[in-house]
């Protein structure tokens, strides 16, 4: 399972730091592919925002370049989000994806966490 944190309430120009971890029961093996972040905002369809790879390559959506950071520790399986330079327009639910090689399955699969509510004020 994905367990994503780290939302709330800040004024634009703020910063947030969102955290995603990955876990799973003592039966299940797995190993990290990727893991990253979208978003969703009312009425709008969801945003791809950032994604992180296990060999250390990035991708940013357009509209956090320069702004927000992908990070992860994977001794920790955990992914975090840096949020600089907040405006209202990023004001959306978001939600951790990951690409996980789970042992006994073929391929990568791909898991969501749970969304946290960010939320910018003017």
């Known amino acids: 399972q994905l367990q994503a944190s780290g939302g709330g309430l800040v004024q634009a120009g703020g910063s947030l730091r969102l955290s995603c971890a990955a876990s799973?029961?003592?039966?299940?093996?797995?190993?990290?592919?990727?893991m990253g972040w979208y978003r969703q905002a009312p009425g709008l369809q969801r945003e791809f925002i950032a994604v992180?790879?296990?060999?250390?390559?990035?991708n940013y959506g357009d509209s956090v370049k320069g702004r927000f950071t992908i990070s992860m520790n994977k001794a920790k399986r955990t992914a975090y989000l840096q949020m600089n330079s907040l405006e209202p327009g990023d004001t959306a639910v978001y939600s951790c994806?990951?690409?996980?090689?789970?042992?006994?399955?073929?391929?990568?699969?791909?898991?969501w966490g749970q969304g946290t509510q960010v939320t910018v004020s003017s």
């Open positions: 799973a029961d003592s039966r299940t093996q797995f190993s990290i592919y990727s």
């Open positions: 992180t790879r296990r060999e250390g390559s990035s």
């Open positions: 994806n990951a690409g996980l090689v789970v042992i006994g399955l073929s391929g990568i699969s791909d898991f």
